[in-house]
């Protein structure tokens, strides 16, 4: 597919290709990879002094230097502010391990870093990065008057929070080291192997459900930038729309906003307020505990030395009982794509009166629940601004971003 003079083409596989790519290059600390898939190259820009006036450049062409962005190094400050519609205030500090607190439990020992981690996905926050190359990286999520910082430094990782004097450690996973290279997976035959492989690909297998067009120009932190534009073509989602801001200069991703069919806020507004592509000092990645800080191994937790630990023992036998579900089934296509799971054993959820829902769950439950009926019976929808799930009385989860009618009808066709 050759680039042509078109802003729109479709592309519902792009930000697969774009994700995977920043994942690999934006490692902050290994430990909390995941996190930093999703927040490394999203969040909050300074405002635009003016648009500027950059090449012309078709969605294609735009997603190829995405693509080919080999940006190793770089320190920043940036901002993400997620607003899912989950009623969290109240109740992130009994859901949610490190939540609602800026440390970790001092009877319980350091909260690992994805722990703390998850309290991203609730509110605003300012962090601060820095990365060189795949070795060492560090990330820092600044508080009024602290800090919680997790370094990876070659075969280590650190957290440590500030407030309460609190220090994690752990050993990198397996095939950090300097012969990571030779672990890597290889690509099987018939893979795509440049930028413009990646781009062609993405773009021809997305279909007709997506919409991808450049939408002018911003400038993010100071930098020039093209504004990438995704859209569903299909109605019936909760997503209204994907808008990246592209460093028009080396391809990276500088401000990422994801906004809700419904409207009102975006769901996640990320972006960097401060970036520099040079090499941070070395010293950046150095850290040693404090003295009479109280340091928690990870295998300490792993062992159930704690009672966090013994959590996470007991988690596998827990898991054992998920044997009963009977595979996913996948209804629909594109951004109106809906899971179809069995619950084990066919049931629904417990009720209150049953003395199986402690009292936080079932608060939990009243506030993110609507009953529902249709052909197939009653159930329970579960609601955010961006993801829908319903769970009937009979034991089966109905789950996309999608609306909650979408939800009904597909349950009442399935039935």
Do not use: C
Not at 34 to 58: E, R
Not at 106 to 122: I, Y
Not at 388 to 414: C, F, I, P, S, W
């Amino acid at each position: 597919m050759a680039p042509n003079d078109s802003a729109e083409t479709t592309g519902e596989a792009t930000s697969t290709v774009v994700g995977r790519r920043k994942a690999a290059r934006y490692i902050v600390p290994v430990a909390v990879a995941g996190v930093a898939a999703a927040t490394i190259g999203l969040v909050p820009a300074l405002a635009s002094t003016g648009d500027p006036d950059l090449p012309k450049i078709t969605a294609q062409q735009l997603i190829e230097k995405i693509a080919a962005s080999d940006e190793e190094q770089l320190s920043g400050t940036f901002k993400i502010r997620t607003d899912l519609g989950l009623p969290l205030d109240g109740l992130a500090g009994s859901l949610v391990p490190g939540a609602g607190g800026t440390g970790g439990d001092k009877d319980g020992g350091a909260a690992a870093p994805q722990d703390k981690l998850m309290e991203l996905t609730s509110g605003t926050h300012t962090l601060r990065v820095a990365a060189d190359g795949p070795e060492q990286q560090k990330l820092s999520i600044l508080g009024d008057a602290s800090e919680y910082s997790v370094i990876h430094n070659r075969g280590e990782v650190w957290a440590y929070d500030s407030q309460s004097d609190e220090v994690y450690h752990a050993e990198a996973p397996e095939g950090r080291g300097g012969d990571a290279a030779e672990k890597a997976p290889k690509l099987p035959e018939g893979a795509p192997a440049t930028p413009k492989d990646f781009a062609e690909q993405a773009l021809a297998a997305a279909g007709d459900t997506t919409s991808v067009t450049v939408d002018g120009t911003a400038q993010v932190a100071g930098r020039d930038a093209y504004q990438l534009l995704i859209k569903p073509k299909q109605s019936g989602s909760t997503i209204g729309s994907v808008r990246i801001a592209v460093d028009a200069e080396n391809g990276v991703p500088l401000k990422f906003t994801l906004a809700a069919a419904s409207g009102g806020k975006a769901v996640v507004d990320a972006g960097f307020t401060k970036v520099d592509f040079s090499r941070p000092a070395a010293s950046t990645f150095d850290f040693t505990p404090p003295k009479g800080a109280e340091v928690t191994e990870a295998d300490e937790l792993e062992t159930g030395k704690d009672e966090r630990g013994a959590a996470q023992k007991a988690l596998p036998g827990q898991l054992a009982e998920l044997d009963g579900f009977e595979g996913l089934n996948v209804i629909g296509e594109g951004w109106t794509s809906i899971a179809e799971i069995r619950t084990p054993g066919g049931t629904g959820l417990p009720t209150a009166g049953s003395g199986d829902v402690p009292a936080e769950a079932q608060g939990l439950i009243d506030a993110l629940g609507d009953k529902v009926t249709g052909k197939f019976g009653s159930g329970t929808v579960f609601k955010t601004r961006l993801v829908n799930a319903l769970l009937t009385d009979d034991g089966r989860v109905y789950v996309g971003a999608v609306t909650k009618d979408a939800l009904v009808r597909a349950a009442d066709a399935a039935k």
